[in-house]
Structures are given as C-alpha cells and as structure tokens.
C-alpha cells in the first residue's frame, strides 16, 4: 500500500474478504491481469487443498469457487489505467504504475 499511495497515482482499494465482488467483477479483474482465473488462487489455503486441489476444473468452476471462497483470492490485487497486478511480489505494481 505504501508503494501506490506513495506514487500519487489514483488507486482503489477493493476488499474482497469484506466485499465480495460480483460474478461480472472478478472475471474483469481477471481479464485486466491477463492471467487464466487458476493463477488468481491461492493454492495454499487450506480450503484449497480441501475441496479442489488435484481435481480438474473449468475457468467459470474456479471463478465461482473464488465468489463462495473469497479467501482464495490472490491479494492484494491493483487496478490502475484499465490493467492490475497482484502485489506479490511487489516488483509488479513498480511494472503497473510506469
């Protein structure tokens, strides 16, 4: 947070553990990161492990697992200029904020 407050550049920050974004929001996250929807799960959580971890499933199947388990989410995520970047590590957001 200190890196995109510090840039002076516009941000929001969304949180998704407290406000659960829409089916029609996190796949446009997902399409600003340029990244499949299995790269926005965290793979260590144990819910993860639990109830998907080794087991195929489709984009629209891991977005939806992704709304009921918020915690699955990679974070913290950035949106900035219409593109975003998970802030790990946080070489990315240097790469977003150029």
């Not at 819910?47 to 891991?62: A, D, Y």
């Amino acid at each position: 947070m200190a890196l995109v407050e510090s840039s002076g550049k516009e941000f929001e920050v969304i949180k998704y553990l407290e406000d659960i974004p829409t089916k029609e929001e996190l796949k446009e996250v997902i399409a600003c990161l340029g990244i499949a929807p299995e790269h926005l799960i965290r793979k260590n959580e144990a819910i993860w492990k639990e109830k998907f971890k080794g087991k195929l499933h489709s984009e629209e199947e891991i977005v939806d697992a992704m709304l009921t388990y918020p915690k699955l989410i990679e974070r913290p995520i950035v949106l900035y200029n219409k593109k975003a970047a998970i802030g790990r590590p946080i070489a990315n957001i240097d790469v977003l904020l150029k």
